[in-house]
């Protein structure tokens, strides 16, 4: 009865887990934009957890620097399952106008599976919590047939 | 504190701040730059948006199809930075950045923006109707892919044909019309009305395309024949043969009239002087070997008491003294007796190393190291240039035969003391010769620059041992001054 009960909970709040792999900040800013009160994501029940151990989505963005590359796969490699990976921006998904770089790693994909791609330089928080909000329904079926 | 208060109170009676954005839809703010819109139908395939895109986010794939091309652009908008200056480049505002921010997708696949058309293929290329050009160089800045050079000092517009995407943005910039899609001609090998009909270019066509004729002073080309190889025109010495657009009234045949030859350098002064010239230069043959027969003209070494300048001038005028005796030449050369005019002449520094001889495809010169003596066969010679080019001591020349021999009628003896001074040492050089040489220097580095640059092949440099065959050795001092070390020269033997 408990877990029924603890599932249900989850699917309602998701909490997301923030990694920056060499962003520009734009993208972090419009993240954090996004659980402020102007937009505030909360009322879905997501919450900036502080560790990936916590986390349910992942969020990254960045376009995945050779330095941050290790310390992502760490991450991911922690954080429980059923998870989703969300990237916010050009950056993780392609290497945007950093792409070619020798120190550029992108695209996320190489190194892990990703759910929902948000594009735009950066998107605005709209997009984001449109991308999140997909990003709940996955984690929901996923959950569901992990069940 | 009152107004912090009072503030508060009044934020009590307001609706929250936040906003209710999937519930409710929030515009994008104007000017906004989202969602990348491409309008096939109005793109003309410049490519000027995947020049100017930083990230390199569009794509373009051109396919083969029936009745044209279809050209495909791919803008991937998970590679986009939405700056905006594709559309800002786009000259037919076939791109453009909508508000649409609403880019989120389980696939990325779903982000790419993607439009095809099929592009008619353009009949004909872009051609230039020259006489209306003004050069302004505006079809060079407009085109997309840099095919057009025009250079405004120079009066000359190129084109890049495998650069051209026939855009046909050009066109519609010109300012004086002078551009339009036009049908390409055939290529071909026009004859630019230089032509010594030296005969090269019909030696070298591999098809036997081309018939001249030495005598007859005609040049013809078959072009059923012709391949357009193009080794006609890379073997041609006066650089009249070019390779160009021919049609049907293009001639196909080149024939030179009897008027003063075109190549000579001053062509006005034996057009005057021809008539006078054979009457004055006919004593002045007495001095030099009369060898009318075979119209050679031999220069006799520099220790013959006449100078070799003045020597040889009058050997040339028993060349023009046999070219008038037309009857003994007659079989050989049936054109006017002054066709001769012009031709190669010998200056006072020749040292008789023989390049010219070897160089001369036509073998009209023969040089003897022995005897000392230049001989040119002018019925063989094309005034190609080629001894001239090649020569090391620069003494050979292309000029007017009978403007030379006038030139020493006119100033009989103002300038005689100096040919006479420069042959006195001459003629001291050449008995010397026998024992000069290039001489070895110390500090050699045994680059082997000197080998490289001897025309006859005399040097030799192995490790650290250099060498020359003396016999060999023409003293031209082409390894002189190709020596990076200085340490090459030309004196006395020991």
Redesign the interface.
Known sequence: MFKKLIAESMTKSPWIYHVNTGSCNGCDIELVACLT????VE?YGFKLAGTPRHADIVVVSGPITSQSKDRLIRTLEQVPNPHCVVTIG?CP?????F?GSYSVEAPLEKFCE????????T?????I???L??AAQ?LKKKREAMQ | MFPFAKKAVSNLFKKPSTVRFPEVESPAKPAYRGRIVYDAEKCVNCGMCIKVCSPGAITRTVEEVEGGEKITYDINLTSCTFCGTCQDFCGTKAISLSDDYHMVAEDPKDLIVSGSRIKEKVAGRVTLKQEDCVYCGLCARTCPENAITVDRATKTWKINYKECVQCGQCISKCPKKALSFQEPKAQGVINGGDCVFCTLCSKKCPVGALTVDRAGKTWEIDRSVCIKCGLCVSSCPKHTLVMGDVDDNTPARFEKSAAPVKSAPAPAAPAKEAPAAPAKEAPASGNAPKTPENALKTVPAAPVADSPTKAQKSAVSVNKAAAAAAPVLSGLIPQAENSWDTGVVLGPDCIYCGLCMRKCPMEAITVDRASKSWQIDREKCVWCGICVSGCPKKTLKIDALSAETAKEAAVPEAPAPEKNAEAASQAKAVPAAAATGVVFGEGCIYCGACAGACPVGAISVDGSEWSIDRDACIQCGACVGTCPMGVLSIGPLE
């Open positions: 009160p102007r937009y505030d009322r050009s998904q392609s290497g945007n106008v792409k990703v759910d929902v791609a948000i594009a735009g330089c998107p605005k928080p709209e997009a919590i449109e991308g909000y997909k996955i």
